[in-house]
């Protein structure tokens, strides 16, 4: 991955006016730097932005928006997220953007922190545009936050296959739901229990079979596995929905806050109330020991009846009851439990388990909601595969009556303004259960905000920035240096190659480090991540010629002068780094650019006098064996061995050694 770090030594991070596309967790880079760094891919503009040290601190997930607008070398980051991670207060130097995996969310459970009814705290949600919003999910588990528009919703739930130190993102396909804990949200709850004959089936994997086989990727459900239940063999669909309604019990005992309060029906052909027993709802929570115990007993009256089911009729005798007895100011709900009827839709002939109906359901349905406000939650007991699983096993006489159908549950939510029905066994159940004892979920529309442009504040903000560098750095910042980059980088490499070929061939030298001269191009203009390193560059190229020459090496009166000139760029080159890095934000890309064309210069100089040098040849080896004397010319300046330790043709570890080579070196005429 490309253009994975960016930190203050190279990029100046300042706090600009929020608004637009910079608000929230967006934060404005260079768009033609950002385009030669990492490339168009959308994926590629999620980084982790994090802020200060040690336990203090924070790390957030941020969306890079390349702008026209922002100058080359500065991060803009928006004030509300400059506020929510103290941004703004900590050292200058004290923050890092860095790239991670990213993974799209399957699902996400947020909370809301408002008092706002749960429809109100939907529809605000909704309208900020989830799609492409992120999360940084860290190694261990910390409490995470999504913020929208300045408001911060907690986390409460996620499903990133099990992954951790990711990027995870909201996207349109992600499911994503509103909470309300029950403390903020009063609702009223009709249970409609299907007890029709075919919840006979003991087609339900056991709670704790189910728990066992899903231990390894229950965890972001938080419910499963906090129980366990020593059946064996199958559950009735009836015993599970009455262990799932015990667990809705367990969960209230231990709530508190507004009322909210609770009805259980069952229905077949018909429907009866058995909670509470003298009708009307009751409140069932931690204050209200009584009403739990007639709960529990209502529990022990619901069974299977040779009977078929009228939802229709069921939906009405709850709209009923919520229309005499409904508290106002609370939400209110009807919770349709059923394996699901054998349902076709008006017009069409039915057969099954649905026989007589006051109204065709769906209309009805579509009715009420719309006129009254009711909602409907669906969840489906058992599956075909459940149910086949079941009939193989206990070789029980298939009938279209017993077989799982959810078709008119689908229908139903679709216009009862309820969540996406829910089907499937004992976890299903447990958790849907679970949760509603603990407060109200919503299933919120993902769709992507429209992109507004830049406030004329925020616009401003960064032309005066974009001022200050170039007065600054003496010039102001080119808009588009991928061109002049890739020049001065071609330029430099065959200048430095030609100097070192030309002075192996006139004083037996390179004199230059070649590769010490590629990595300092390379980190000057590319960096180690793709973001360009001016300190790199200028560290590294300054070791690429020693300040002495080597040892023995003879180099002509004529070259002198241009190595010298070489050699006091290089040292002026590390003092204006210091100079520009004390009294600005340091030197840029375009700083980089022009001294690789002034090195690539001066290399040029010195080639072209190395080239007029005749090329020196070793004197013959004497006869005896011995070494010859070296013959250095009284005009020549001898390089000291241990200034060249590490230089190209001198090992490092060659320190306090004195160098023979049996060479003698004569200049040829």
Known sequence: ????????????????????????????????????????????????????AGYDATAVAVEVVPLADVPSGLLAVPEDLARATDFDAVDPGAWRMEAAPVVAARSVQLESPTERSLEEAGRELASAGLAGRALWVPADDQEMWLRTDSVPYRVRQFDAGGRREVIVTIEERTAVDLFVPGARSGVDIVVLADCSGSMKCEDIVPFAEYAAATAATSRWRGLIGSRTRASRGGLSRMRALQEALRHLLEVRLQAGGRVSRIALLEFTHHTRQIFPPGGGMAQIDAGTPAEADLFRNALGVLKAQNAGTDIGNALHEAANLLYHHHKPGNEKLIVLVSDGAHWTPKGEQGSGEVLMATEEPVSLMEHLHADTGIRLHAIGISTPQLYQDWLTGAQVQDHVSLRPDHALLAELVKVGGGDPAAVGGSEVLDEYFSGLGAGMTRRVQVIRARSAGLPAATAEAL???????AHTTGHPPPPDEGPGREAARERLSLAASRCAEAAQTALRTPLLDLMRVRDAIDRGLEGEHGVPDPRAFVRTVGRALPSQRPDGAAVPVAVRPHLHETERFLTGLAQEFDRLTATGPGPDTAWVVGRCDLLAELLESLTTALEAVPAAVPDPVPAGGGLPNRQVPVDEDPYDVQAALGTAGVGAGAGGMSVSTGLTFRLRE
Request: net charge positive; proline share 5%.
């Open 1 to 52: 991955m490309r253009g994975t770090t960016t930190d203050p030594r190279l990029t100046r991070g300042v706090v600009v006016p929020a608004g637009g596309v910079l608000t929230g967790t967006r934060v404005g880079v260079c768009g033609a730097e950002w385009e030669r760094a990492v490339g168009p891919s959308a994926g590629e503009r999620y980084r982790v932005l994090s802020v200060g």
């Open 463 to 469: 032309k005066e920035w974009r001022d200050r560098l």
